[in-house]
């Protein structure tokens, strides 16, 4: 499995993904789940992914190959020239749509899971900041300010943390924190969420990432802060009133 | 869903079950997931149940039976003058058989879930207090000093929680308060969790169950402690070290 959060604020995204993918518990192997797209002074653009790892590489791949198509013809519409957010969400979901299209019927003989969802967020000049979800079909659902984040794969594990403390109005430093709360729980209760984890961060206005970091096992600021979630959890815990 | 869980510690059982149960989003009703018998001085014996409500109903309904049976013929076995809790389990996994024999194949060709869990917990006179998971093929697992609690149902949002506070030396007072917090987690964030809940607690070596209590919503004991734990966590999480 997986797990990816992105959190849209007033003051920009907090996305944050895992590394482990499984197939079957006895096979288990790392990849990078975050895809981030610059243009300088214009646009800057995550993907999250979660699912089966033969579809979302298979998006990347040809989302990719899109933009390496401009070069000969600049006509050719990618996430980088595509005039709004909006449209990016779309081409992300037609190019779902289509490696589905590829793969389907192979996959449901073998009887293969095929499920795929792709966490969308950036912004480009012009347009505002914004956070889609895209499912296996080719739809996608945007964040609002009621539901201001989005958990993909393993969601359950970090989503009371989540619903407690994010608003739009979190600054960006504390939905850092609740992101990295949120993946602490699921690691800890969840063999199939695995690190290093993937770290990154577009202010809002800034048309750029202006933070991503790779977060290892042994990463000591990791460490701290989920120690000090640890003990503070804890005595939180033990300081609760016996009202029973 | 359902959410239950159940704790085994040094100093006995605490047993917590939602009553919610669903036929989809919009056919939502009551049921009372936990059933609990006493033989005063001998024994005490409390269910949790979880999945498919008419194979659960079932399984209620058929042990109900065998004990109304041993009026007329006292050698029928039932949960109430088995020898041992682990043949209360095995009488439990052998009705979930029978029911899942009776009923699976018209459930097959609906199409309908027919999986179902049952916790099943207590001590008689002379055995030690014990906790098992039936699963739906019969089958079971013990808790032991490593596993001390089991969840069935939708059990990921309470988990994490229970992870970090619950070892088998934990006080039935704090186990109480654990088990509360994590159904309190799931109750947020999960629609298919709803109260009132119901809780009961078997003391090492009494043999009765010396606390059952119906959580409704407007309990005040579990608001306040619904309303400190979320104080607690939101203060834990403001104070946390800004480390990245």
């Known amino acids: 499995m997986t797990y990816c959060v992105a959190i849209k604020l007033d003051a920009g995204l907090v996305l944050l993904s895992d590394t482990r993918t499984n197939a079957g518990m006895d096979n288990i192997s790392r990849y990078g789940k975050m895809h981030s797209w610059e243009v300088p002074q214009e646009r800057a653009?995550?993907?999250?992914?979660?699912?089966?790892?033969?579809?979302?590489q298979g998006v990347i791949t040809r989302l990719e190959k899109q933009i390496e198509m401009t070069a000969v013809d600049p006509e050719v519409e990618t996430i980088l020239n595509a005039d709004s957010m909006f449209r990016v969400?779309?081409?992300?979901?037609?190019?779902?749509?289509?490696v589905q299209e590829r793969h389907r019927e192979g996959m449901e003989a073998q009887g293969t899971a095929f499920n795929a969802t792709v966490l969308v967020g950036g912004q480009r000049k012009g347009g505002s900041l914004?956070?889609?979800?895209?499912?296996s079909a080719g739809n996608f659902i945007e964040a609002t300010?009621?539901?201001?984040?989005?958990?993909?794969?393993?969601?359950?594990?970090?989503?009371?943390?989540?619903?407690?403390?994010?608003?739009?109005?979190?600054?960006?430093?504390?939905?850092?924190?609740?992101a990295?709360?949120?993946?602490?729980?699921t690691l800890r209760s969840n063999l199939s969420v695995g690190m290093p984890l993937d770290l990154a961060i577009i202010k809002t206005d800034s048309y750029e990432i202006s933070e991503?970091?790779?977060?290892?096992?042994?990463?000591?600021?990791?460490?701290?802060?989920?120690?000090?979630?640890?003990q503070a959890l804890n005595s939180a815990f033990h300081d609760l009133p016996h009202v029973f």
């Open 130 to 135: 914004r956070l889609f979800l895209v499912y």
């Open 45 to 56: 653009i995550v993907l999250l992914t979660a699912g089966n790892l033969s579809i979302t």
């Open 180 to 185: 990295c709360v949120s993946m602490d729980s």
């Open 212 to 230: 991503r970091r790779r977060i290892e096992p042994d990463d000591k600021d990791f460490g701290r802060l989920s120690d000090a979630w640890s």
């Open 145 to 178: 300010a009621d539901t201001p984040f989005f958990q993909i794969g393993e969601h359950k594990y970090g989503k009371p943390i989540l619903d407690r403390v994010i608003t739009p109005q979190t600054p960006l430093e504390k939905a850092k924190l609740a």
């Open 89 to 98: 969400a779309q081409i992300v979901g037609e190019t779902m749509r289509q």
